[in-house]
């Protein structure tokens, strides 16, 4: 597992692939496993802070909870079109609270971003990446993709 700044210095291509993409919507599709085992999908806001890439939400909701008894998520960028010529980012990874000692500079971080500051608790999260990919389809029909660990571009002929 690797934080946001390690993901960059060994994938730097598909890290720069995947900012882009969460950067470009601004929100990020977190996927937990709720109490009985489903999948809960959920939009949620990020932040790449301090070489990390950070989730804050609100206290006790149920993705936190979820995060709480499973910390395994997958972080998907946000699909706004049907094509797949936009590209789609997919982080495979597992959450940690962030220390206690670093939430006042966080908190700082998110103030001069949002000029917002929660009035009691919240949940703040830094992202431990075990795999990661980037997906998309060209005019001409090929599905490209490339993945990490590996790094490495493969194609097909989309069906």
Known sequence: MVSWNDFEQQAPELAALARERFD??????????????????SPIEYTFWDGELVFGG?????????????NRVTIHSATTNKNGQE???????????????REEAYWQHI????????????????????SAAYIRFGDDGIMRWLTWPGNDWRSRKAE
Do not use: N
């Open 111 to 130: 103030f001069e971003l949002m000029d917002w500051r929660p009035s009691g608790p919240a949940h703040v999260y830094t992202t431990d990446i075990t």
């Open 58 to 70: 609100i206290w006790q909701s149920k993705k936190f909870l979820d995060i709480a008894r499973d």
């Open 24 to 41: 470009a919507t601004g929100l990020a599709l977190l996927g937990t496993l709720r109490r009985d085992g489903w999948p809960r999908i």
């Open 87 to 101: 590209g789609d980012a997919k982080l495979y990874a597992r959450l940690a609270p962030l220390a206690q000692d």
